[in-house]
């Protein structure tokens, strides 16, 4: 949520999700960050799939094309799994693209955010979206 609302970039919440979005848990996982975040919550991947603009890129362990090698549009949605388990099988061969982040040989995956980070900076570089700098 803070890396979408610090970039200004919309945050599309698939459920079921990985986390508890109990207005509880959801204000301290916002903190702050809530009023600047454009936040849709879907109720299923075909309620997502119905509403998303452009290309869904899934990132996988399990793909081969390396994000730095993939040329990013700007209705591109990122898309990210859990942790512990990734995508359902259904949403894996849905994904119109499937990119990884090349890793060192025995080590399993990233954390997903940082993930996301490496490869939302490199979309927002390619698609000259960062935005505008604060003093």
């Given at each position: 949520m803070r890396l979408c609302a610090c970039l200004g970039v919309a945050m599309d919440i698939?459920?079921?999700?990985?986390?508890?979005?109990?207005?509880?848990?959801?204000?301290?996982?916002?903190?702050d960050y809530l009023a600047s975040l454009d936040l849709t919550?879907?109720?299923?991947?075909?309620?997502?799939?119905?509403?998303?603009?452009?290309?869904?890129?899934?990132?996988?362990?399990k793909a081969s094309e390396p994000y730095f090698a993939f040329?990013?549009?700007?209705?591109?949605?990122?898309?990210?799994?859990?942790?512990?388990?990734?995508?359902?099988?259904?949403?894996?061969?849905?994904?119109?693209?499937?990119?990884?982040?090349p890793m060192r040989a025995g080590l399993r995956s990233l954390n997903v955010a940082q993930a996301a980070a490496m490869v939302l900076g490199e979309a927002l570089r390619q698609t000259a979206l960062f935005p505008e700098p604060t003093a």
């Open positions: 698939i459920e079921p999700c990985g986390f508890l979005l109990s207005d509880r848990h959801f204000r301290r996982a916002g903190m919550r879907h109720a299923s991947w075909e309620g997502f799939r119905g509403h998303a603009p452009g290309r869904v890129l899934l990132l996988t362990t040329s990013f549009a700007p209705s591109d949605t990122l898309l990210v799994g859990r942790e512990s388990a990734g995508v359902p099988d259904e949403v894996h061969q849905t994904a119109d693209a499937r990119l990884t982040i």
